[in-house]
């Protein structure tokens, strides 16, 4: 029997490329010796998007939706693709056509020839972008490197092709701030890279504004690694021995007689902010862990599914 690929496609407001991917999808997914279907995550657009995939639907048994209730964002929109995908793999892949469908065949080979479980998408260069995007790309992907305890692969995103084990043990994971490329990235196996030149957003304005990018930047440095508050103790560790140094500096200066005390407004003032700046910024790292621990342990649904079409039974997601 024919293996089964599902791909899925996050969409939120994305009425102008939509037709598009579809039909480039299709026109690769037809050239394949597998069962395909394509699974659309409407991510509570408040455009057209939703009319039109339905009209997909119409002509085509193969398309699956998924629509949420309102945006609960593209972390959470792939993360519902994944827990209602039952196939052999599955393609993550944007809606936008950044990350080309003509390279879904080349992925699958990979696949098959290095015997692998991830073949994950590596970008030789990101078209149509602008600079901050690129360079806050880069910086943070290292940063992020640096700070987590599991080696997470530069310049990736979620365009990646995984099979049955790594859907089965993703679906497993049932923490709420998903970062998805670092889960499977964390979930190992055999993992290879796939080098694609990132083309530029077919149509439309980037569904992810500065807001949305430092959520996903916060949510994957916190949930993948403790070292933030090492640093924080780090930092408290040296300003207690710079405060001692300093006193002793200063209470031996007053007895012997070299440090005139009344001048020192300049550096009170400096010692002030300067521990004042060390203690908030360290409440603050204590305080964004304990705000995750707050978001987890409410234990809400990861998102809240308003209608779907084409699947046969109404149990086969997590959450309703
Ligand atoms: N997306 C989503 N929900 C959101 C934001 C984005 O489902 O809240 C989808 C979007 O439709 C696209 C993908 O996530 O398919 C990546 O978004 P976008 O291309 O706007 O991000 P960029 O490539 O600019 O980082
Ligand atoms: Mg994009």
Not at 72 to 90: E, I, P, R, Y
Not at 158 to 178: T, Y
Not at 235 to 242: C, D, K, P, T, Y
Not at 278 to 303: A, W
Request: aromatic share 12%.
């Amino acid at each position: 029997m024919n293996k089964s690929l599902s791909v899925i496609v996050p969409c939120f407001n994305e009425e102008e490329v939509i037709n598009e991917t579809y039909k480039r999808l299709k026109a690769v997914l037809i050239t394949l010796d597998l069962n395909t279907e394509i699974i659309f995550i409407n991510d509570g657009s408040s455009d057209n998007t939703e009319h039109l995939l339905n009209e997909f639907t119409l002509t085509d048994k193969n398309i699956k939706i998924i629509s949420f209730s309102r945006n609960f964002g593209h972390q959470k929109a792939v993360t519902a693709g994944l827990n209602h995908c039952t196939s052999d793999m599955a393609v993550i892949i944007d809606a936008d056509l950044q990350d080309p469908p003509e390279v879904i065949p080349e992925m699958i080979k990979t696949m098959i020839e290095s015997n692998s479980q991830v073949v994950y998408c590596v970008r030789k260069s990101r078209k149509g972008e602008g600079i901050f995007k690129k360079l806050s790309a880069k910086a943070f992907y290292r940063l992020l490197n640096f700070f987590s305890e599991v080696r997470l692969p530069v310049d990736t995103g979620d365009f990646r092709l995984i099979d049955k084990s790594i859907i089965r043990e993703f679906n497993q994971m049932h923490e709420k701030g998903k970062y998805i490329r670092g889960l499977v990235s964390w979930i190992g196996f055999k993992q290879v890279p796939f080098y694609y030149e990132r083309e530029a957003r077919f149509a439309g304005e980037t569904k992810y504004p500065f807001s949305k990018m430092l959520k996903l930047a916060t949510t994957s440095l916190l949930y993948f690694s403790t070292k933030p508050l090492k640093l924080a103790s780090a930092l408290g560790f040296f300003s207690v021995a710079f405060s001692l140094i300093l006193g002793v500096w200063s209470v031996l200066g007053k007895l012997m007689g070299y440090t005139h005390a009344s001048s020192g407004w300049t550096s009170l003032f400096v010692l002030i902010i300067f521990f004042g700046g060390v203690q908030l910024l360290t409440i603050g790292i204590v305080g964004s862990y304990i705000g995750n621990l707050f978001d987890e342990i409410k234990n809400r649904p990861e998102y809240i599914i308003d209608k779907k079409v084409n699947f046969e039974t109404k149990e086969d997601g997590k959450s309703e």
